[in-house]
């Protein structure tokens, strides 16, 4: 089952500027992790933020969790054609360590 | 996180016959693996979580006697489209929980496309 629901939907940014994309979940979870996905491609993991961390930051990634609100955003700085693609937060918990992926925001940079 | 080879990344068959996908594990040891399916546009839904020398374990509305899971070592889990039909034809992905690292690794994917 999905439980994340992501937005927005999509989202069309020029080279240089910011991009924030934000997921809100149902249940309890154990971390919350956000993955990239290039057109007709696998995943590839960005970055976890744990249920006791607040933020997170990679690179040009930074990642805020709400565990009151059940939320989480995830933003690009300084954004690149090259980031554009498809992104996913996914959720953790105890259960079998199943992941359980939101709908995702489709992102484009535009040179 | 571990490396995951997915195999093939695309194949077409048709109504009727089957179809095996392969997801291996190159560098790490997968008791467990995951197989989801993704349509266009769409998130990733799980379908069945692949045990080691077990049963695998399916979600709610995923039929088991049609999505055939078979994870007889460490390093390789299989899936089979039984008797496909236009419907099954989606983008299949397995992964793997790598060791001490809380990400997944995925595998490349493969493109189903039953006519």
């Given at each position: 089952s999905q439980q994340g629901e992501e937005d927005p939907q999509a989202l069309s940014i020029q080279e240089g500027e910011n991009a924030t994309m934000n997921c809100s979940y149902k249940t309890s979870i154990n971390n919350l992790q956000w993955y990239r996905q290039n057109s007709g491609r696998g995943l590839v993991h960005l970055i976890l933020i744990r249920s006791n961390e607040r933020e997170k930051h990679s690179g040009r990634l930074r990642v805020t969790l709400d565990t009151s609100k059940k939320s989480s955003s995830l933003l690009i700085t300084?954004?690149?054609?090259?980031?554009?693609a498809s992104y996913f937060c996914a959720t953790g918990n105890n259960q079998g360590g199943k992941l359980i992926f939101g709908q995702g925001t489709e992102l484009s940079v535009k040179p | 996180g571990a490396v995951v080879s997915q195999h093939p990344s695309r194949v077409i068959c048709k109504s009727g016959t089957s179809v095996k996908i392969e997801c291996r594990s190159l560098d790490f040891q997968a008791t467990t693996m995951f197989w989801y399916r993704q349509f266009p546009k769409k998130s990733l839904m799980l379908m069945a979580t692949s045990n080691e020398g077990s049963k695998a374990t399916y979600e709610q509305g995923v039929e088991k006697d049609k999505f055939l899971i078979n994870h007889?070592?460490?390093t390789l889990s299989t899936l089979t489209v039984t008797?496909?039909?236009?419907?099954?034809?989606s983008f299949y992905i397995c992964s793997v929980r790598g060791g001490s690292f809380y990400g997944y690794t995925f595998g490349s994917g493969t493109r189903l496309t039953v006519v």
């Open positions: 300084a954004s690149r054609a090259a980031d554009t | 007889a070592s460490l008797s496909a039909h236009p419907e099954d034809s």
